[in-house]
T-cell receptor, first 114, second 117 residues
Framework: DAGITQSPRHKVTETGTPVTLRCHQT?????MYWYRQDPGHGLRLIHY???????DKGEVSDGYSVSRSKTEDFLLTLESATSSQTSVYFC?????????????FGPGTRLTVT | AQTVTQSQPEMSVQEAETVTLSCTYD???????LFWYKQPPSRQMILVIR??????QNATENRFSVNFQKAAKSFSLKISDSQLGDAAMYFC??????????????FGKGITLSVRP
């Protein structure tokens, strides 16, 4: 257990509404990540953060924004949700393990956009 | 950009038998890490095993081992003495060693493993 929680765990929302997903960690790790998981695509990186207020885009960042005002929290926002953003969203942290950095994942959030 | 390919969408194995899951990747880098993650029905992503590209010795973790062929860019996972709890989706993932603490991963599409009792 790497001390990562995600909220909410499930959410149903309507097209066009804003949605914010929260990732919380308890161990002050510097790097945090947001991925989405879709059938036939595996997990794809949306955005990541390398410190407070320091973020960068991943391969599928369009339609998403992120914020990190505290080390422990990394927020993913869908400004205007679309049906194509129906997915399972995972947060991850980078942890030094056995001499190299590995990623540990939160439990995921299932988002349905109707 | 690196790519990871898992060409088999599904596999099945008899309980107590051995199964091998395939993964290939493409990269121009010489130093990197490869991983297998397990995702059971609970949806939790669980790290199964890690391989450093500079190590010739294949990684092993209990019943899980890899066959790492660097020249062929192949990284397969062998599960010995398969158990019902091994039923899950398995993802192969790549990480550059050049990114230091930034461990962002590139994933394959995953393979669903079922275990027959």
């Amino acid at each position: 257990d790497a001390g990562i929680t995600q909220s909410p765990r499930h959410k149903v929302t309507e097209t066009g509404t804003p949605v914010t997903l929260r990732c919380h960690q308890t161990e002050n790790h510097r790097y945090m990540y947001w991925y989405r998981q879709d059938p036939g695509h595996g997990l794809r990186l949306i955005h990541y953060s390398y410190g407070v207020k320091d973020t960068d885009k991943g391969e599928v960042s369009d339609g998403y924004s992120v914020s990190r005002s505290k080390t422990e929290d990394f927020l993913l926002t869908l400004e205007s949700a679309t049906s194509s953003q129906t997915s399972v969203y995972f947060c991850a942290i980078s942890v030094l393990t056995g001499g190299s950095y590995e990623q540990y994942f939160g439990p995921g959030t299932r988002l349905t956009v109707t | 950009a690196q790519t990871v390919t898992q060409s088999q969408p599904e596999m099945s194995v008899q309980e107590a038998e051995t199964v091998t899951l395939s993964c290939t990747y493409d990269t121009s880098e010489s130093d990197y890490y490869l991983f297998w993650y397990k995702q059971p029905p609970s949806r939790q992503m669980i790290l199964v095993i890690r391989q450093e590209a500079y190590k010739q010795q294949n990684a092993t973790e209990n019943r899980f081992s890899v066959n790492f062929q660097k020249a062929a860019k192949s990284f397969s996972l062998k599960i010995s003495d398969s158990q019902l709890g091994d039923a899950a989706m398995y993802f192969c993932a790549y990480r550059s060693a050049a990114t230091g603490a930034n461990s962002k991963l590139t994933f394959g599409k995953g393979i669903t493993l079922s275990v027959r009792p």
